[in-house]
């Protein structure tokens, strides 16, 4: 099992088509966007099309701290760019509601989600 993602070891794989990373069911407590990018800063510029096929991180006893801030950026910026979901707080989903008497789906208790009508796959 995996605990610690030195830094760039994602990096090279970033012109592979659709790539995805699977590093369920691992040891890591943190994970640092250097492991992805070439360094910290960049993900923000590069956005997810390095990881567009997906990250999945479940089951792995990630600490809730700062240094994964990252991370929940990351997660709702993928869901826009690739999986073309966008999200918006419950309180403005709840008024678009009553304005259009559309239904829309629900993500979680807290954000709620709409699937674009055009995907550009």
Sequence with gaps: MVNDLPPGVFYALKYIPRLS??????????????????????WDAVGTRSVIGGLDVSNNPLQCECGLVWLGHWLRRWLRETAQVNLIPKDEMKQMIRNTGKKFGVLDGTLFATILATRHD
């Design 21 to 42: 990373i699977d590093l369920s069911d691992n040891l890591l407590a943190a994970l640092a966007p250097d492991s992805f990018y070439p360094n910290a800063s960049s």
